[in-house]
């Protein structure tokens, strides 16, 4: 079975190196237009480069994910150039993405919560 995420807006962090920046890397050949987001901008650019080359959308967001304003920033930049990004279970699940609030919320729900150290609910 191939992955498509065709359609699909994707907000990787920790996209810099390692495994965020192989999952944007994979991310985008499967469709996704990538938002790569770490602190580490200069790295971001080389990825951004490549992912390009081959077709791929993508663009580099300097962020960090302890800072909560940084966070809530990387969506607005994600969402300007590319639509709504979707959440991790919206992936995991292969649900049906349209815009709307219902997607956004839950993105920037649980971007908060991650700044804010875990779910508080």
């Known amino acids: 079975m ?5 359609g699909r807006t994707l907000l990787i962090t920790g996209a810099s190196s390692g495994i965020g920046a192989h999952f944007a890397k994979t991310a ?4 996704a237009k990538v938002v790569l987001g770490a602190r580490r901008t200069d790295l971001l650019d080389a990825i951004v480069a ?16 302890a800072d909560k304003a ?3 920033a990387a969506f607005d930049v994600a969402e300007a150039a ?13 649900q049906e993405v ?5 997607q956004r919320g839950a993105a920037r729900r649980s ?8 779910d508080k609910r």
């Open 28 to 31: 985008a050949a499967a469709g």
């Open 70 to 72: 940084s966070t809530l």
């Open 50 to 65: 490549e992912i390009q080359a081959t077709g791929g959308e993508a663009i580099a967001v300097a962020m960090d994910v």
């Open 82 to 94: 590319f639509g709504p990004v979707v959440t991790r279970e919206q992936v995991q699940s292969d």
């Open 111 to 118: 971007a908060k919560e991650n700044a804010e150290g875990g």
């Open 98 to 102: 349209s815009p709307g609030r219902g």
């Open 2 to 6: 191939e992955l498509s995420l065709a």
